[in-house]
């Protein structure tokens, strides 16, 4: 057992005055390619990260959920599942409150309750899918210890509808699928409509790469409305396609159908539908073992980003430019939007350069030091202990 989960169970008795049954743990993570693809119904390429959020958690038989966080502010929110509905929870707790009542909807047992205590290293508002970490760590620890054995792309689905109905976020299911399905070394190639899945070998550290998540430390919410806006013109721009999804629109019929499409809407399709065949082309650059390929697809999905969907910002944009300029391979902003990090693909032996770069650049336009960390393609959600 690592220190870590150490940590947690030995908080876990302090809280409670009991050991856990268990402890789980499920990563954050950032999206290679394929960014506001997953509502569309078309392709995404995440990798899970070296963060992670672990839950202790003990059944309880006397219907009361218990949630306490490490990063909270000390105390323990208790709810009792009887009464649990969309707005009985706020903060940080609706996620976790969120997912067992999702788990109820569906006709699953789960009203015994628990007690959980969380422990997590994924940055919050930094697009790395908080959020999601949380709540599939709490599905996973609810489906062994309820012993439900629901698949993954079904423990995906609660957590969405978890954060839909309890956060008001209208979001797709890249994040939860990332979360519950990747694996070490390699990247997770998703069908956002079948969800059928494919792990794709990322191996950076042999080609001599890195790939950097620069967190910008805005802080993006996607709760605010924004992200909701650009989900409904892609639908209304299907509608008007008289197609089920923007993944139906071929890239070769993509001019022809801008040409019938209200101004507004003619970049946001044009962003999915490329993004899209970035997501294809990316994949095949890493089939061939062609990592450094990577780069120019990376450019140039921030650029359909910056200029098409226009969610970037002048944080994120400085960190692109500044990382190319200085030797990166390729970068773009990852999760969201509106802020959150970039990540910039970087041989090596300019890691260190492009690194001191951007903190450089950010000190120049009085912006606050971005934090660095490095993304190790790593494990999904699983039981620690
Ligand atoms: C957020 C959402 C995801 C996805 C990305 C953009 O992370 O939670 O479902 O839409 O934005 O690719």
Redesign the pocket.
């Known amino acids: 057992m690592n220190s870590r989960t150490h940590t947690v169970e030995a908080a876990f008795r302090q809280l409670y005055g009991t050991a856990p049954e268990g402890v789980w743990s499920a990563p954050g993570r950032v999206?290679l390619i394929?960014?506001?693809?997953?509502?569309n119904d078309g392709f995404?390429l995440p990798m899970a990260l070296p963060r992670t959020t672990l839950v202790a958690a003990r059944r309880r038989t006397d219907g009361l959920l218990r949630l306490h966080s490490a990063q909270g502010d000390g105390r323990i929110a208790e709810l009792p599942l009887s009464g649990l509905a969309p707005g009985a929870a706020t903060g940080w707790t609706r996620y976790p409150a969120g997912v067992v009542w999702a788990l109820a909807e569906a006709g699953h047992d789960v009203g015994g309750g628990a007690d959980l205590h969380i422990d997590s290293t994924v940055p919050s508002g930094a697009?790395l899918?908080s959020s999601?970490a949380l709540e599939c760590a709490v599905a996973v620890a609810y489906d062994d210890l309820y012993g439900l054995g629901l698949p993954r792309p079904e423990l995906a689905r609660t957590a969405q509808r978890a954060e839909h109905a309890f956060a008001g976020?209208p979001?797709?299911?890249?994040?939860q699928m990332a979360s519950l399905c990747s694996a070490e070394a390699t990247a997770l190639h998703l069908d956002c409509r079948t969800l059928e899945h494919r792990l794709v070998p990322f191996g950076l550290a042999a080609d001599g790469l890195r790939l950097l998540v620069v967190d910008t430390r805005v802080k993006h919410d996607?709760g605010d409305g924004a992200?909701a806006a650009l989900r409904a013109g892609c639908e209304r721009a299907a509608a008007l396609l008289g197609l089920p999804a923007l993944r139906d629109l071929a890239a070769a019929d993509l001019d022809a159908a801008l040409a019938g499409l209200p101004a507004a809407l003619v970049p946001l399709v044009r962003h999915v539908v490329t993004e899209n065949e970035r997501v294809t082309r990316t994949v095949a650059h890493l089939e061939a073992e062609d990592t450094e390929g990577l780069g120019p697809l990376l450019t140039a999905g921030h650029a359909s980003l910056r200029d098409d969907y226009r969610i970037s910002c002048a944080e994120t944009d400085l960190v692109v430019d500044t990382a190319l300029a200085a030797g990166a391979l390729g970068a773009r902003m990852t999760?969201?939007g509106f802020g959150g990090s970039v990540i910039v693909l970087v041989h090596d032996r300019l890691a260190r350069t492009v690194t001191d770069a951007v903190t450089t650049a950010f000190h120049r336009a009085g912006h606050r030091t971005p934090s660095v960390l490095e993304a190790i393609p790593s494990r999904g959600a699983g039981r620690l202990g």
């Open positions: 999206n394929g960014e506001h693809t997953d509502y995404c697009g899918s999601a976020v979001c797709g299911i890249m994040d996607l992200y999760g969201g």
